[in-house]
């Protein structure tokens, strides 16, 4: 069993920074994919960014290309998300979640495709 617990969210104003960290506890982080969604009140879950198990490949989606950052530390079962240039609509509950496959070289999109969830941070940015 994995357990994923993020932390960093906040309150920040629009143009600020915060940085998320995704801690695992369980075996064998170093061998899988990690990735970042996010979900604002109404609106569905959507992928924000992810990472394979080496680190070797990142994916972000439109809209935070340039501002958000994603990297892993094997050594410590932690995933980050450096987030700068806040805009109010990056305003969402955050989650970290891990693939479901193993050495996966790529980085997939849809939520079905990751098995473990964290249970979210908040982030809201104001205007």
């Known amino acids: 069993q994995v357990q994923l617990v993020e932390s960093g969210g906040g309150l920040v104003q629009a143009g600020g920074s915060l940085r998320l960290s995704c801690a695992a506890s369980?075996?064998?982080?170093?061998?899988?994919?990690m990735g970042w969604f996010r979900q604002a009140p109404g609106k569905e879950r959507e992928f924000v960014t992810g990472?394979?198990?080496?680190?070797?490949?990142?994916s972000y989606r439109d809209g935070v290309k340039g501002r958000f950052t994603i990297s892993r530390d094997n050594g410590k079962n932690t995933v980050y998300l450096q987030m700068n240039s806040l805009k109010s609509e990056d305003t969402a509950a955050y989650y970290c979640?891990?693939?479901?496959?193993?050495?996966?070289?790529?980085?997939?999109?849809?939520?079905?495709?990751?098995?473990?969830w964290g249970q979210g941070t908040q982030v809201t940015v104001s205007s």
């Open positions: 979640a891990q693939y479901r496959n193993a050495y996966s070289n790529y980085v997939p999109r849809d939520q079905f495709e990751y098995h473990y």
């Open positions: 369980g075996q064998l982080f170093s061998n899988f994919g």
């Open positions: 990472i394979t198990w080496d680190g070797g490949t990142t």
